[in-house]
């Protein structure tokens, strides 16, 4: 591309009042969404930080009490004396599962405000382990955030478009297109000049101030290279194609109020309309199984456990004849040997509800999976919570953590309580560390995406170049 | 003057090929949100019908047993909807549908719908809200912006008033005119709107649901008739059409999409809600302190001596443990109540501040009035947990009771008979009638009144203002 043509455009840009404008709003809404990006970070790195000293303190604080009541010889009742299993596990022990937060969901909150990162991993129910101990504001879930995977969603292609609706048609307007076109057979090479210089001054200013924000607010050290990257490609692939949608419009020749029209009108439909509709219809085709029928599955569990204790408490003997107690106690078993076994059998009567609800909810996920390429929008969303950690598939590795400790847990401690032993390993007590995808996974998975935007983009390309050269005399 | 400009606006809005599409467009899409969301409010009720169903016949059915096992036992509450939340279903997917009520605790909502949901549940529902809130607004922009400016810069403005009369009868026109058409439009959400709620009668509140639904059009034509005439006075007051597009556009923007999500985030760092490590460990911290009890355990105690005139606490004929668990209930219940209602106060809070943007926007204004009218705002999920929890205590007091009067004193087992489980009343939730709802958003009705008094002042001065030229 001639160079001078090239420096001719950045000036034409420069002198534009609504470039300045639309920049200067960029700007702004930028630093906000990233200051937003970083004060959800702190909170959540606190809600990390505070549940692991919680778990520590208390494990000290049960030292300190056993080593205390041994001092004393005191005698405690067994459920809360921390020398024994059952009072440890059960009454001092707070064991969280935290999700460290990545430094890169400054740029995206994702579904993390839905889900928490620190959850207190129950003994006694596995369906109590991975659920939030806060009092969220629902209204405010439902409003979204303001993050800055919102400006790009939402704003950037508004900025395109404003910069690039009227590239051709304004000069038409204006009645100064014969005369730029003088030098060229098409007004190909003067849309493209144009909406590559309105690109790289949008894209380049969001990534300046993207980059600066990361920086300022210290997570730029911390973000790993190639996901900020990705998550840099994505946004331009993204914006990639609102540019060429701009181009495609501009180069059926309509008026700058038409073509101004139809892309706000595309804009509603690919960032409002379209995963609207795609969520209706992935609730409609795979409805999430009912939680209230689960309710009432897990009541009658319950119930036909407590009915039928002592039928299922001699089966559980069977298998476990080390615990049955002596024929005079039959009437009076031990609790613990209770409640162990009604936990068995709630989680054997569960296990295939809870498969039936991963099934559907799977189901319906892999069809959201499928039919996000209709709307770009949701497509880059999906790629920017993957890349920071915020989106779905990370939060399910951690949520299948979760129930992996949980069952460590017990397995740690069920046949410590059942012999009824002493407890002073307070140390050796599993603890939770979350592993992440590995990040060629994330990576791979954000290919798709970004393959997908390019392509679209590209094609959307050629085609209104070829529209451009076969109309440029009636443009004219 | 004005009804021959009425007729010629209408039929030429019907004739606009942009309006048919838009109409076919946005009326489908209309009638496919209020369809998903009247068969979504449909199958939830029925599956909540049959939850509480099967939850009343297990506590009725349930063994002589002791009373505190009961009280251990609980029962589950369902959340019900109002018949119009099909409109507007708000923070349904968000807040949860079930507690349960049993001793000792106030649990929390479980199992929110969104917590199964996907990337693309962020992005929003599709409802009818939704449609009326942000595409008919951007569809009347789209319509309106170049009513004037365009017959101006054709010249067919000069034409319109060459007779020298008052131009402000003939923006009357044009704007009777376009709501004639856009009503012509809406008309499916009114006849659907009304069919399916008419049809809609099982298993959800309908008490007030007409009244409620009246108000929710109304409201809505005001929001719409805000976009109506400031896009006819912006498309006035404009240079070009060119203009007159962009300044609406971002009007439109600022109103439906900045200002909401900016607000939230402003309303969310001044009043930051409890963090949940936080929220546990002072609530245990409370619930375990030792010398809470005591004082409420005495004035009980107290109360009991005076009552069954004795003078030593031994010689009450009632059992200790009974005694035991309705000083700790209320004990617990005081905690509950300070550190839920914190917790709540700083969510509204939060939603208080939100609320403030309709001195910025129209959707401002409209949005908490929309939640509050479909009974799907925080204000009406509150009022559900505040109900659940009253219950929950009564059935505590109840059991309770009954166990310090009939409870053997010589630590015999005791098993309360069948009865009593019948003589606790059902839960049967009344949601906040329209009156207090109203009462509630007096300020937001007063915004919507207000932005459409600042509309038509606009249009006014507009038409006064304008230059056929």
């Keep these: 591309m001639n160079s001078r043509l090239f420096a001719w455009e950045l000036r034409h840009l420069r002198s534009d009042l609504t470039a300045w404008l639309l920049g200067g709003l960029l700007v702004v809404m930028t630093l906000f969404a990233v200051a937003n990006g970083a004060h959800h970070l702190r909170l959540q790195h606190e809600a990390v930080a505070d549940s692991l000293a919680l778990a520590d303190k208390r494990i000290a604080d049960a030292k300190a009490l056993a080593q205390k009541l041994d ?104 009645g100064t297109l014969p005369l730029l076109l003088l030098q060229h057979q098409s007004p190909a090479p003067l849309v493209a000049r144009r909406c590559l210089v309105a690109g790289l ?117 069977e298998d476990h004849p080390e615990l049955a107690p002596e024929a005079a106690k039959r009437n009076a078993p031990d609790p613990q040997v209770v409640a162990q076994m009604s936990y068995q059998e709630t989680e054997r009567r569960l296990a295939p509800i809870r498969a039936r609800f991963a099934e559907q909810l799977a189901r319906q996920q892999a069809l959201i999976e499928q039919l996000r390429f209709v709307s770009p929008a949701l497509l880059a969303q999906t790629a920017f919570n993957d890349l920071t950690g915020t989106g ?58 970004l393959g997908a935007l390019l392509a679209i983009s590209a094609l959307i390309v050629v085609r209104s170049i070829r529209s451009l050269r076969r109309s440029s005399p009636a443009l004219a | 003057m004005i009804t021959s400009v009425i007729r010629h606006e209408f039929v030429g809005t019907l004739r606009d090929g942009r309006f048919r599409w838009a109409a076919v467009f946005v009326g489908l899409l209309l009638i496919a949100a209020l369809v998903a969301g009247w068969s979504y409010q449909r199958e939830q009720a029925e599956q909540r019908a049959l939850a509480t169903a099967s939850e009343d016949n297990r506590w009725l059915t349930q063994p002589a047993k002791n009373p505190h096992s009961a009280a251990h036992y609980g029962i589950w509450a369902f959340k019900p909807s109002l018949a119009t939340s099909f409109i507007d279903p708000g923070v349904e997917p968000y807040a949860g549908v079930a507690v349960w009520l049993e001793a000792h605790r106030q649990n929390q909502f479980l199992h929110k719908p969104a917590d199964d949901a996907s990337a693309a549940q962020r992005f929003g529902d599709l409802t009818a809200a939704l449609v009326l809130q942000l595409l008919v607004p951007l569809l009347v922009v789209i319509l309106a912006f170049g009513s004037v400016a365009s017959e101006r810069e054709r010249g067919t403005l000069r034409q319109a008033l060459a007779c020298g009369g008052n131009a402000t009868p003939w923006m009357w026109g044009k704007a009777l005119g376009l709501a004639a058409a856009l009503g012509l439009l809406l008309l499916p959400l009114l006849v659907a709107g009304g069919a399916l709620l008419l049809f809609q009668r099982d298993n959800v509140v309908v008490n007030g649901a007409w009244l409620r639904f009246a108000l929710l059009i109304a409201s809505y034509a005001a929001y719409l008739g805000i976009f109506v005439l400031g896009t006819l006075a912006v498309s006035a007051l404009a240079p070009s059409a060119r203009v007159a597009l962009v300044a609406s556009l971002g009007l439109w923007m600022f109103n439906g999409l900045l200002l909401p999500r900016a607000m939230a ?104 009035l929309s939640l509050a009218l479909a009974g799907t705002d925080f204000a009406h999920h509150r009022h559900f947990i505040t109900a659940a929890e009253t219950h929950r205590r009564l059935m505590q007091r109840m059991l309770n009771t009954d166990l310090m009067l009939n409870g053997p004193r010589d630590g015999s087992v005791y098993l309360a008979d069948p009865k009593l489980w019948h003589s606790i009343p059902k839960f049967d939730y009344r949601p906040p009638s329209l009156r207090e709802v109203l009462q509630d958003r007096l300020a937001s009705l007063a915004g919507l009144a207000g932005w459409f008094a600042v509309a038509i002042a606009a249009f006014l001065h507009a038409a006064r203002r304008l230059n056929p030229i």
């Design chain 1, 71 to 174: 001092a004393e010889k005191r005698e405690e009742s067994p459920s809360r004396d921390p020398r024994f299993a059952q009072g440890f596990a059960h009454f001092h022990l707070q064991s969280y599962a935290t999700k460290p937060p990545l430094g890169l969901s400054v740029l995206t909150k994702g579904q993390s405000d839905l889900y928490p990162n620190a959850n207190l991993v129950a003994l006694s129910s596995r369906d109590f382990s991975v659920r939030g101990e806060g009092v969220d504001n629902p209204q405010r879930l439902l409003l979204g955030h303001f993050d800055a995977a919102f400006v790009v969603v939402y704003l950037l292609p508004l900025l395109l478009i404003a910069l690039s609706y009227n590239v051709l048609s304004g000069e038409r307007e204006r």
């Design chain 1, 201 to 317: 001054f949008s894209f380049g200013l969001l990534a300046l101030l993207l980059v600066a924000g990361l920086y300022a607010t210290g997570s730029l050290a911390s973000a790993e290279v190639g996901r900020l990257v990705a998550w840099l490609g994505v946004a331009f692939a993204y914006g990639a194609f609102w540019l060429a949608l701009a181009v495609f419009v501009t180069s059926r020749g309509g008026s700058s109020a038409t073509n101004a029209v139809v892309l706000a009108s595309a804009w509603l439909l690919v960032t409002i309309v379209a995963p609207a509709v795609i969520n209706v219809i992935a609730k409609r085709v795979y409805p999430a199984p009912s939680r209230m029928d689960f309710i009432v599955a897990q009541r009658a569990a319950t119930d036909e456990i407590s009915h039928r204790r002592s039928a299922l408490l001699a089966a559980y003997f």
């Design chain 1, 392 to 449: 779905l598939a990370s939060y399910e590795t951690y949520r299948t953590q979760i129930g992996a400790h949980h069952d460590a847990l017990r397995a740690y401690f069920q046949p410590k309580i059942l012999a009824k032993e002493k407890f002073a390993k307070y140390d050796e007590v599993p603890r939770f560390a979350f592993v992440d995808e590995p990040t060629h996974a994330v990576l791979a998975r954000a290919a798709w995406p």
């Design chain 2, 265 to 368: 985030e402003i309303a969310g760092a001044r009043h930051p809600t409890m963090e949940g490590v936080t929220f546990r460990t002072e609530l245990r911290a409370k619930l375990d302190d030792p010398h809470a009890r005591s004082p409420r355990l005495e004035r009980l105690q107290a109360e009991m001596m005076q009552r069954y005139k004795v003078t030593r606490p031994e010689d009450l004929p009632l059992h200790r443990g009974g005694l035991n668990l309705l000083a700790s209930e209320e004990t617990s219940d005081a905690v509950y109540d300070e550190l839920f209602g914190r917790a709540f106060g700083q969510i509204e809070a939060q939603n208080r501040m939100q609320r403030a943007a309709g001195w910025f926007a129209p959707l401002g204004a409209l949005q908490p």
